[in-house]
């Protein structure tokens, strides 16, 4: 649909009936021995819609750190960062209101309820449409510790600020006011900035605003800064000021982003060359000075360059330098200048800035590759990674959540993104999403709609739906897929070539669309690897045929370029020659690599481990074809020498994973697995196991940690009979079908998960249930509590034998689940792992199994930092005896929470276990060594 120019201005004036003049007086003093800002300020605010408003609202950011229950807060602690909530009083900060007055008169206000650093004002009398308030506020800010958003005052007394003093919220026919939650997303009108901060001598002030009058007084500096349609007034106060400003006639860049150690002339070429770049798409930048600081850089860095350690240079340093510089200065352009929620309409700022960096990079570096100089390394360069391009990252990143199941749709509100998906997921999306457009509409109408767009539109209010109708006004072609689709759904692109029929002059090909979108593709045909035509397929219901010049073409490709972020590509071509065309070759690869969609991949892995005593270290070779991407269907094969056992030992698996979108059911796998190891000095256990697994979310808010699993197994176990243990029982060889319903929600400051389990096998049957909570409180007082019930339903078990008996201390671990490096050691130091599982005791009792039933209940406190306090109780039963109750208490050394911890008996059923003989046999250890568990603690700040 394409509007006529009339029609378009009109549908983006429309909103905004006039423009607003808002002015912002401010006198500030700046006490930072005692980190207060004292501020007198005076706001003049139009309203330009066409309501009258007797109520209006004011962002007071610098209250968002005022408790440890502010939406702030929160958002700190979903991340699993303790900082903020076990921070001293002294550490966070505050707002004070000592009046706001109108007209001299006092105005009626208070803070939002859960909303504290929104303010609701009640005018004396109602504001027109089109006329002012001016209203005056007094108060006191207390500056907040730096480490927490990175603004605030850091250890050092220096003063980085944003958003340190309160704004008119914006009112566009809705008020438009949010809390702050560390997004840096502030929404507010542009108004003309005045600020005269008074603060101690031996401090250097950077602002972006302009200098207009400075006055040195005895103990102190006075400064005037103005500014004329601000967004941004960013103010760092440092004793050691290392930015530097790099001037040009009538514009200057100040920055302090690491230069890479840089000579200042190759800095100064480079911020040339961004800059121009920049003011070529987008136009001049509106006001004299354009301020960058590593604290954006830190908070939005360039992916990929920061993974590896500083001493690994996989880029050259100019071209590191460049696009962070580039990168940090698209992003505070189009901030400052194309005013739109942040909040709500983010992707249209991302999808800019991804475009651009992206521009910038093909233009001026076009033969870059994502691993840089690592990808002409021996070794190296045959991997599919190092042929990429760098560019190529940006589909990568999007789809390592896209392939997981995790993708949101890009005009989701900013806040309801996870982390990853906020700070790279849906960047990229919009970035490559306007890359697709671009390739789809073709002749640059979309980066000259982009550019025009800025400039059309710099320092006004507008929205996605503006540019929208916009875009659509430069264009014939149909793009309401783009918007509707790509934009606001999660929708993915998987198309293939589903037949081919060749004739001499003519090729007819079926297209099948595997997905529910109405999105295009581009179909290529090639001569080898001339191109040889292209064609946009659009409107692709289910299957839609073809008929097309076949001019020598020997191959159909279809996004031939990879433009389009398919979430498969290995259906996407058709060879026309022979009758086996299709069938990929197998590569074989040494190491996991990127996914190549152009061969049968197989990929081999050197293994050492250390798995348990018996076996010993291990040497061997993982075949698997697992990729960085997720695989729905994915195999693996270990098999291992044993060197103390001198056997051959290993595992094999196979599994297939089905992801459901827009459904709490989002997952369902299910696979086999079978391994071969020793349990004991000299024996081995085979364990086959078919499963599965349907995981369930809350489809509606990923960011929640709710989770629920449902797994359904059967667990077939081949023993070598151990004669010489009673615990390893008479019935070397079993089954167990197991069903276990899982319901957990993960968080740093409340922690609860519980299980039912149920097990049926030939001579018994069970049912266990399992609860644990957690609780962090503000002291850093740490609460754990587990309670544990289990019983038999049926048991016709050897009397004699413990072995499938519920543990009060020790689980024999039947089913081999637990990672017990000495699984059937009754001394030693192995014999003394703590798995926490069934009764939870530490202590080992008299009374360590149960074969009718058995409760128990566990509990461990804070004594200081992470020294805990813990106590057991529970009652066990066994057939012909009466119920024995059982406790044992003792000091619990948290290391690292669930992975690294260390348990010291001290009273029990035993009596005083601390004073009793070899005692050093009676601590138990809880630790962890596999890789993919501690990845969990990094996982589940971003996913």
Do not use: C
């Amino acid at each position: 649909m394409k509007l006529s120019p009339f029609n378009y201005i009109i549908f983006v004036l429309l909103p905004f009936v006039s423009l607003s003049q808002n002015k912002i007086d401010i006198k500030a003093n700046f006490d930072i021995t005692n980190k207060k800002i004292k501020i007198s300020q005076t706001i003049h605010y139009q309203n330009t819609s066409q309501d009258e408003l007797q109520t209006i609202y004011l962002n007071d950011w610098a209250n968002s750190y005022s408790t440890k229950k502010t939406p702030l807060a929160i958002r700190i602690a979903d991340e699993y960062i303790n900082d903020f909530h076990l921070a001293k009083n002294e550490d966070r900060g505050y707002s004070v209101i000592t009046s706001i007055k109108q007209n001299n008169e006092d105005l009626a206000f208070s803070p939002l309820k859960n909303q504290t650093d929104v303010l609701q004002v009640e005018l004396k009398n109602p504001l027109k449409p089109n006329d002012s308030y001016t209203i005056h506020l007094e108060y006191i800010v207390q500056v907040p510790n730096a480490k927490f958003t990175s603004y605030g005052i850091t250890d050092n007394g220096d003063l980085n600020l944003r958003y340190w003093y309160i704004t008119p919220a914006v009112y566009d026919g809705e008020w438009q006011y949010y809390s702050n939650k560390n997004l840096d997303d502030l929404y507010i009108p542009k108004a003309d900035i005045n600020l005269e901060i008074g603060y101690p001598n031996g401090y250097a002030l950077t602002s972006e605003l302009d200098v207009s009058k400075t006055s040195q007084l005895p103990n102190n500096q006075l400064v005037v800064l103005e500014g004329k349609d601000r967004i941004s007034t960013k103010l760092f106060l440092s004793k050691n000021s290392n930015f530097n400003t790099l001037q040009t006639d009538d514009f200057s860049v100040i920055s302090n982003i690491g230069d890479e150690n840089l000579e200042v002339i190759d800095k100064v070429l480079i911020t040339e060359r961004v800059t121009n770049f920049i003011f070529d798409n987008f136009g001049k930048y509106p006001h004299k000075k354009l301020l960058l600081s590593q604290i954006d850089y830190d908070k939005n860095p360039i992916y990929g360059l920061n993974f590896l350690p500083s001493f690994i240079k996989p880029y050259p340093n100019h071209f590191q330098y460049e696009l962070k510089l580039l990168k940090i200065a698209l992003q505070n352009y189009l901030e400052n200048t194309l005013l739109i929620n942040p909040r709500k309409e983010q992707w249209l700022l991302d999808g800019i800035q991804i475009y651009y960096l992206m521009n910038y990079a093909e233009k001026h570096y076009p033969n870059m590759k994502f691993l840089g100089t690592i990808a002409g390394f021996w070794g190296v360069r045959s991997f599919h990674a190092a042929k990429m391009n760098f560019n190529d990252k940006y589909i990568l990143a999007f789809m390592l959540m896209a392939r997981t199941n995790r993708d949101q749709p890009l005009s989701m509100q900013k806040d309801s993104l996870l982390k990853f998906n906020s700070n790279i997921g849906n960047k990229y999306k919009a970035g490559i999403g306007l890359k697709y457009l671009d390739d789809f509409v073709n002749g640059n109408i979309v980066e000259n709609s982009l550019g025009s767009f800025i400039i059309e539109n710099k320092l006004k209010p507008t929205t996605t739906k503006a540019f929208e109708a916009y875009i659509k006004s430069q264009t014939e072609k149909d793009i309401d897929w783009f918007f509707e689709d790509y934009i606001n759904t999660r929708k993915k692109i998987d198309f293939k070539i589903k037949k081919v029929v060749k004739t001499e002059d003519s090729i007819t090909v079926t297209l099948k669309n595997k997905r529910d979108n109405n999105m295009p593709i581009s179909l290529y045909s090639l001569n080898n690897d001339s191109i040889v035509s292209k064609i946009w397929v659009e409107n692709i219901d289910e299957n839609k045929t073809l008929t097309i010049p076949r001019n020598d073409a020997n191959k159909l490709v279809l996004n031939y370029n990879r433009v389009i972020p398919e979430i498969n590509e290995r259906d996407n071509w058709k060879s026309l020659k022979g009758f086996f065309f299709n069938n990929k070759p197998l590569q074989f690869r040494l190491f996991k690599d990127i996914e190549d969609p152009n061969y049968n991949q197989v990929f081999f892995m050197p293994i050492a481990e250390f798995n348990n005593i018996y076996d010993g270290f291990t040497l061997g070779v993982r075949a698997y074809n697992k990729t960085v991407l997720r695989k729905l269907f994915n195999y693996k094969i270990e098999p291992q020498y044993a060197f103390k056992s001198k056997s051959l030992t290993g595992s094999a698996s196979i599994s297939k994973t089905h992801y459901l979108e827009n459904s709490n059911l989002y997952y369902i796998n299910y696979g086999f697995v079978g391994g071969y190891a020793s349990y004991a000095e000299d024996l081995f256990v085979r364990k086959l196991t078919p499963s599965l697994t349907l995981n369930f979310r809350d489809d509606d808010d990923f960011r929640s940690n709710k989770r629920q699993s449902l797994s359904f197994r059967y667990i077939d176990i081949h023993r070598d009979k151990d004669v010489s243990n009673v615990l390893t029982s008479n019935q070397p060889n079993y089954s167990v079908f197991n069903a276990r319903y899982i319901h957990s929600n993960d968080n740093l400051i409340n922690f609860n998960k519980w299980y039912t389990d149920f097990q049926i096998a030939d001579k018994f049957s069970k049912l266990s249930f399992n609860y644990e909570y957690r609780k962090l409180f503000e002291s850093n007082r740490q609460l754990n509590i587990r309670a544990f019930a289990g019983a038999f339903l049926k048991n016709d078990n050897d009397p004699n034998s413990d072995y499938f008996s519920f543990a009060l201390d020790r689980p024999t671990d039947y089913l081999f689940d637990y990672s017990y490096l000495g699984r059937s050691e009754a001394t030693g130091i192995f014999s003394q792992q703590y798995i926490d599982a069934e009764g939870g005791f530490k202590s080992k009792l008299e009374t360590p199994f149960a074969n009718q039933w058995i409760t128990t209940f566990n509990a461990s406190t804070t004594i200081w930092n992470y020294i805990l306090a813990y106590g057991d109780i529970g009652l066990v039963k066994n057939k012909s005896e009466s119920a024995k109750f059982v406790y044992d208490s003792g000091i619990r050394v948290n290391l690292v929470t669930d992975y690294f911890e260390i348990y010291f008996p001290i009273y029990s059923n035993l009596g005083w276990e601390i004073g009793q003989p070899r005692y050093d046999q009676k601590i138990r250890f809880k630790f962890t060594v596999d890789p993919q568990a501690l990845l969990g603690l990094f996982r589940r700040r971003w996913f």
